[in-house]
């Protein structure tokens, strides 16, 4: 903390600053008080930049942003003022370091504060992610060490995944040692980006040093592109952690979800404790609350003495806003406790854009006050605009109050853009293969005949059954829509985890996973419990795979790995375990440990695993033996992980679409991209589909004999999902999840039509299921639509 200035400001609302925190490349950042007693950080916008009206908007976007995070490791959003004449945010004052000040100061940390920090940054992503955003400047200046766990902050530079851009033009912001790939490149950068990041701060807190290194920017950032993280200063297991962060495939990166197991498999609340830093980082958190509470006092006097000037009709000089005399000194003096307002230390500096073409959606409309009415309470039949905000009033003109964090967080920075599901023609512009851009018109997109809104959807496709589609939603239900008139559940079950794994029918049940080693089993037709099987405190189960037998539930989980009953979970190690439903019992399968560190998304049948493993091979086990290695089939580059199984041959795509026998792994044929890469597959019939990246559309090849029997180029594709292929269409999700998904006719290659509802969603993509009858289930968000695609 440092005195303030003559010039520092007054009163901000209903703040008075008594300390200066820090400073950055927006702006200034307080201590200050309420009259009510509250202790918050006040960030101030500069006030050249808060005459920017492009910066305006991103200020805005900022604290609507903020406004919408919770979560325990983050610091919330009390207060804003973005359109004040000086615009301000107010967040709870966190007493602590930054990991960048505890390791200058002392060095790096230990392995188990390390691992506890992992699992609370990574909580904190996961709250970030499920509001739809990307934080994009996870750096250890923008991450707080209380004494009840870290603090992630400074969402200046958060945003949706729709490409919005407000940094100037040609640049884009980050910090050079911590980027990741895709900022270093100018690509989108989706939660995978943050995951990254993450990984680099983990390298810094454990080695002392950022895991990247370069003696100009341009070297620098090769290094984060193509080079190797320099680890060799960090002990196991963090070594083996933040390399599953570093993938540079934003695809192969561990979820946030699994590297928060992967620290701390009891939870992070269990290690998360009073005595979670080492002696000396703990007593830099004592000496803040120290100096916190001793200017709380201080300014508690001043206020009652302080001089007639300061009431209602005082000498314009002081109700300017304006200091008389600095104020004493109190506390440490330090660089920066918060953050520094998002664009201060740490080798910030303005990227080149290598792909502004991808972000130029959203325009100045894309931020939303943070009490704009949120999507689900608007109507997708009607165009809409974001709605004019009720905003509780201080004494402070356009000052907005963040709601109190007692209410559930809803997605308002997410606007519900004009347009709903398209009834008519529209005009489609594609890339063509040379550069140009050609103009189709496509046929009108099916009416909905029905429309389900609700609670958020998990990000899992629906699952068909007798009639009915099951689904999954937040907090943590199962769902029954019945597939003639899906608009209200047939049925709602209560309880099951936020695993984004299908619901699975298996021995007769809807089968999804509960808390912990958990198994559910629920009646499809009626929505009530048949069974759960709780499997002990020394397993955990993360996500369904897959079935066989009818009653073997392939699960991918952790197996806890404990030193001691007096010193808990040590760390974990990922495993596959075949769950029997009838014998309730669970056996590891012996998948290599290389393979369990890649996203995992096996074909199971009924004799075999089939995936593609960390080495760059198409792997198949055996579900009868064990586990047992039935062969691998090496192809010298990146696959997909996602797979493909059609009667007997296995599908695979990367740089090749290759089909193996399922029974001996020898290839029986392949083909090559001629630019770009296979994405995302799907086959039914005679028939396998690929996404393709070079140009953007879907291939139809021979399922026997690899003849191309056409390609359908379309606009940008989200190839992060497989193909949903119905009787007589298959469907694809575009880039931008704004734009909907699109139809192509399988027996003429044809782009038939474009769905859209016109929300931006940020990470939430359109979930495509078909069920071969007619039935197409898009969802998107909260919402479910149920589409004829006969």
């Known amino acids: 903390m440092q005195p303030l200035h003559p010039e520092d400001p007054e009163q901000l609302g209903p703040y008075r600053p008594v300390a200066r925190l820090g400073a950055g490349g927006m702006g200034r950042v307080y201590l200050a008080t309420s009259s009510a007693g509250r202790t918050v950080a006040l960030k101030v916008i500069r006030p050249e930049m808060a005459e920017d009206k492009n910066f305006r908007i991103r200020f805005r976007r900022e604290v609507a942003a903020a406004a919408a995070v919770g979560g325990v490791y983050t610091a919330p959003v009390v207060d804003a003022a973005p359109d004040d004449e000086t615009p301000w945010l107010a967040t709870a004052y966190v007493p602590g370091p930054t990991l960048a000040e505890a390791v200058a100061a002392h060095g790096p940390l230990p392995v188990e504060t390390v691992l506890a920090l992992g699992a609370g940054i990574a909580e904190a992503l996961i709250a970030v992610h499920a509001e739809g955003l990307v934080h994009r400047d996870l750096k250890p200046s923008n991450v707080l060490l209380a004494a009840d766990g870290p603090r992630v902050i400074d969402f200046g530079i958060v945003r949706a995944r729709d490409g919005y851009q407000l940094t100037g033009s040609g640049g884009l912001f980050g910090s050079l040692d911590y980027v990741c790939p895709e900022q270093a490149t100018g690509d989108p950068v989706g939660p995978e980006g943050d995951v990254f990041c993450l990984g680099s701060v983990l390298a810094f807190a454990a080695s002392g040093h950022a895991p990247f290194s370069g003696a100009a920017a341009a070297a620098l950032l090769y290094q984060v592109v193509h080079g190797a993280a320099d680890l060799t200063l960090v002990p196991e297991p963090l070594d083996k952690i933040i390399s599953l962060c570093h993938a540079k495939d934003p695809v192969l990166r561990v979820s946030p979800d699994r590297l928060s197991a992967a620290c701390a498999p009891g939870g992070a609340e269990l290690v998360l404790t009073e005595g979670w830093l080492p002696a000396r980082v703990a007593a830099m958190v004592d000496d803040r609350r120290a100096a916190a509470a001793d200017l709380d006092r201080l300014e508690r006097t001043l206020t009652a003495v302080r001089p007639a ?197 298996a021995d007769g049940a809807a089968v999804a996973l509960g ?128 797979l493909a199984v059609l009667g007997g041959t296995v599908f695979a795509i990367g740089s090749e679409f290759i089909a193996l026998d399922l029974a001996t792994g020898k290839l029986r044929w392949k083909a090559k991209a001629e630019r770009g890469m296979f994405a995302s597959l799907g086959a039914a019939g005679n028939t396998v589909y690929a996404t393709g990246t070079d140009p953007y559309g879907v291939h139809a090849f021979n399922a026997a004999t690899g003849d191309r029997r056409w390609f359908c180029e379309t606009p940008r594709l989200n190839v992060d999902h497989p193909i949903a292929v119905g009787a007589h269409s298959v469907h694809v999700p575009a880039f931008e999840n704004k734009n909907g998904f699109y139809a192509i006719d399988t027996a003429s290659g044809r782009l038939l039509w474009n769905f859209t509802d016109g929300r931006e969603t940020g990470v939430n993509d359109w979930q495509l299921s078909c069920d071969g009858a007619g039935h197409l289930v898009a969802q998107h968000f909260d919402r479910a639509y149920g589409l004829p695609v006969t």
Request: charged fraction near 20%; glycine fraction near 14%; charge should be neutral.
């Open 515 to 642: 808390t912990g080693a958990t198994l559910i089993g629920v009646d499809p037709a009626a929505g009530t419990e048949k069974f759960t099987l709780d499997f002990g405190q020394d397993f955990q189960f993360d996500q369904i795979f897959g079935m066989y037998d009818g009653y073997v539930v392939s699960v991918l989980g952790a197996k806890l790995e404990r030193r001691s009953e007096e010193q808990g979970v040590a760390t974990s190690t990922s495993a596959v375990f075949a769950v029997d439903l009838r014998a309730r019992r669970a056996v590891v399968i012996p998948i290599d440990p290389e393979d369990v560190g890649i996203p995992l998304q096996p074909v199971i049948t009924s004799d075999t695993f089939v995936y593609a493993d960390g080495l760059r091979n198409v792997t198949v086990r055996g579900t009868r033996d064990g586990g047992g290695l039935r062969w691998r089939h090496p192809v010298g580059y990146d696959l997909r992980p996602g």
């Open 309 to 505: 000037a300061d009431a209602p009709g005082a000498d314009a000089s002081t109700a300017s806003g304006r200091r008389g005399p600095a104020r004493p000194p109190a506390g440490p003096s330090v660089e920066d406790t918060t953050g520094g307002g998002g664009d201060g230390a740490d080798r910030d500096r303005v990227l080149p854009d290598g792909g502004a073409g991808d972000r130029a959606a959203g325009g100045a409309s894309g931020g939303v006050p943070p009490t704009a009415e949120p999507p689900e309470r608007q109507s997708p039949e009607v165009p809409t605009s974001p709605a004019e905000p009720v905003v509780e009033r201080s004494a402070t003109p356009a000052h907005r109050r963040a709601p109190g964090r007692s209410v559930v967080g809803r997605r308002t920075l997410l606007a519900v853009t004009a347009g709903a599901a398209l009834a008519g023609g529209t005009a489609l512009v594609v890339r063509g293969r040379t550069g140009g851009r050609q103009t189709r018109r496509l046929g009108p997109a099916p009416e909905p005949t029905w429309v389900y809104r609700g609670s958020p959807l998990l990000q899992a496709p629906a699952v068909f059954n007798d009639g009915t589609a099951l689904m999954k939603t937040r907090p943590g239900n199962m769902i029954c829509l019945d597939l003639a008139n899906g608009s209200r559940p047939r049925w709602l079950y209560q309880g099951i985890s936020l695993s984004p794994s299908p619901v699975l029918l």
